[in-house]
């Protein structure tokens, strides 16, 4: 079991950054993909980005592309999203996740979830 817990998230205006982490912890052999979702009010989850642990390959969502990036430090376990030129669309709660699938963008392929982080971005 893969324990996963998020920070990093708030309140900033259109065009500011922020960079979310995702502390991991637990059993991770068998975790290809660590990716990160959100979710916004009335909708349901949508895959942002990913991450493959064994070649560093990613993959990101066309709504995010060139202005998130995913990254990792190994010393701490943690995962990292770094979220530039910020847009109200943007807002949502953010999850991290693992998954088997090799970086899956379907939400249904991750099985261990944190517990999100809100980000708001005002206009």
């Known amino acids: 079991q893969v324990q996963l817990v998020e920070s990093g998230g708030g309140l900033v205006q259109a065009g500011d950054s922020l960079r979310l982490s995702c502390a991991v912890s637990g059993r991770t052999l068998r975790t290809y993909t660590m990716g990160w979702l959100r979710q916004a009010p009335g909708r349901g989850r949508e895959f942002v980005a990913a991450?493959?642990?064994?070649?560093?390959?990613?993959r990101y969502s066309a709504s995010v592309k060139g202005r998130f990036t995913v990254s990792r430090d190994n010393a701490k376990n943690t995962e990292y999203l770094q979220m530039n030129s910020l847009k109200p669309e943007d807002t949502a709660v953010y999850y991290c996740?693992?998954?088997?699938?090799?970086?899956?963008?379907?939400?249904?392929?991750?099985?261990?979830w944190g517990q999100g982080t809100q980000v708001t971005v005002s206009s």
């Open positions: 991450a493959d642990w064994r070649s560093g390959d990613t």
């Open positions: 996740a693992s998954a088997r699938a090799l970086l899956s963008t379907d939400p249904r392929s991750y099985d261990n």
